[in-house]
């Protein structure tokens, strides 16, 4: 089935819009930027209580769906300057530090590479020219399965990626034995068949569990992770804070329906490989799984002024800037499905949509913060 074939190399087809152009994820990631600066506090609660163990001479940290662009060196540069300062404030030898950064293999890790240059002399800048070297490295793959060697992360940061699913929900590979069908919708939506949440919310749990189980054999005891991705506070798969986006950009597919320039059983097999999951889903699975203790989970809010880079906006601008922050995400995977001539047209529609709505919704961010357990814990 040709859904199946795209499931099977989704590694290879998901990626973000690369370069610096005007659709670059590079230029369209203002929300990402937003949700890192809230995120912050719980990220130095973190760093500096791993810095209250013995830090080892080299700190291996991780960061697992970094992307391209201005976000993707950002967790790096705060985590490395602060277990800096605070071993300075301590009176400690500050550590080396080996940085990998990790995406799927599609990402456009040649322009994250090109601004190391730059990245590297901003850290001595602000930090001083005795700030210790820290070498980085890219490691192209799936954070679903194993990526580094046996006990050797201290820190594991991922930021807007952990709702990106391995996979469509294998129940919706429509054929003749599988006749679920998300009629008209790419996403889940308050018209779609219970069975379609059920099928992603199962999908969800089976990914976490095993990004969990892959990082348990990578981090070492008393190592930490900080987590952020997008989610839900409600138990109502269907709320309009994670599905009126992608109702507007089913809507603008079935107007190209309509206009003749996709077929129909086109769009009814197509559905996005992403979930916003229910905080209480996020806690079962890290018991469940077993190798973390749950430090802290808090959600926060990312508003139409911050996808505008926090100023506020007319209607027509804020759908203009949305349009471009999904494209720049989605692109890849539509391109793959629906041929590249549908791009152009498909975001005007969809602008055009969302633009002539007046609802404006919140979206919600869930931030975890993990301590790995000591092996005997475990």
């Known amino acids: 089935m040709e859904m199946e074939k795209e499931n099977k190399k989704m590694h290879q087809i998901l990626h973000m819009k690369g370069g610096i152009g005007e659709e670059s994820y590079a230029n369209n990631s203002k929300s990402q930027s937003a949700k890192l600066s809230r995120v912050m506090p719980l990220m130095v609660q973190a760093v500096l209580e791993l810095c209250g163990k013995d830090l080892p001479e080299l700190v291996t940290i991780a960061d697992l769906g970094c992307s391209s662009g201005p976000t993707s060196l950002s967790a790096v540069t705060q985590v490395t300057s602060l277990i800096y300062k605070r071993c300075i404030q301590l009176g400690r030898s500050p550590p080396e530090f080996s940085v990998f950064l990790n995406d799927l293999p599609g990402n456009d890790f040649n322009t994250v590479f090109k601004s190391l240059p730059v990245f590297h002399d901003k850290m001595r800048t602000e930090n001083g020219q005795d700030f210790p070297p820290c070498y980085i490295s890219g490691v192209p793959g799936s954070f679903y399965g194993r990526l580094f060697p046996s006990n050797s992360l201290h820190f594991v940061h991922s930021a807007s990626s952990l709702h990106w699913l391995s996979q469509v929900p294998p129940e919706l590979n429509h054929d003749k034995s599988n006749p679920l069908v998300n009629k008209g919708k790419i996403y889940i939506s308050k018209t779609s068949p219970p069975a379609v949440a059920k099928a992603y919310q199962s999908q969800f749990q ?145 602008c055009e949509i969302m633009a002539a709505d007046t609802k404006e919704v919140d979206h919600v961010n869930i931030v975890v913060s993990l301590i790995r357990k000591d092996k005997q814990h475990v």
């Open 206 to 350: 089976r990914d976490f569990s095993s990004f969990l189980h892959a990082r348990s054999k990578e981090v070492v005891p008393g190592g930490r992770m900080v987590l952020t991705f997008s989610g839900r506070n409600l138990a109502d798969p269907s709320p309009d804070s994670s599905c009126l986006l992608w109702d507007y950009l089913g809507q603008a597919f079935q107007d190209l329906v309509t206009q003749g320039l996709i077929e129909e059983g086109k769009l009814d097999t197509y559905n996005t490989p992403y979930y916003e999951p229910y905080t209480e889903d996020v806690k079962a699975e890290i018991e469940k799984e077993g190798s973390f203790v749950l430090d802290d989970l808090v959600t926060v809010i990312i508003t139409w002024a911050d996808i505008n880079g926090g100023v506020n906006c007319d209607r027509a601008t804020t759908a203009k800037n949305v349009g471009k922050a999904i494209r720049a995400v989605n692109e890849s995977m539509i391109q793959n499905h629906f041929g590249a001539e549908i791009m152009d047209c498909l975001f005007q529609r969809f």
